[in-house]
């Protein structure tokens, strides 16, 4: 990720007491005037924003523990995987999750 040199970096004890000096960019009222219809528009009109996310597979809590293992997959497979970027490997987990849980479901 390349680095923006428009970022600032504060601690939250910084960022406490800039508040308290009323040096706050957020301009509160018209954050608590925006409705409920103005958000969604805004979110619909957002190119960034997901809007057919399916939350239907979220899993609530903490991870299962990953084990390091050493695996040999088909060169091909293996490059389509790679040419997907970054996060490969966990797509890959999730594939074979997938096919795990689907044998789970079928079996007696």
Known sequence: MARNDHTRRYSAETLRA??????SRTDWTKARATTEAQI?????????????????QAVV?????KQDIHIRIDADV???????????????NN??????????HTAP
């Not at 805004?42 to 924003?49: I, K, L, N, R, T």
């Not at 594939?95 to 789970?104: G, M, P, T």
């Open 18 to 23: 800039m508040r308290q000096r009323g040096e």
């Open 40 to 56: 969604e528009a805004s979110a619909v009109a957002d190119p960034d924003e997901p809007h057919e996310a399916d939350w239907t």
């Open 61 to 65: 809590g903490i991870p299962a523990r």
């Open 78 to 92: 293996l490059s389509w995987f790679k040419a997907t970027g970054k996060g490969y490997q966990t797509r890959i």
């Open 95 to 104: 594939v074979l999750r997938a096919f795990v849980e689907s044998r789970r």
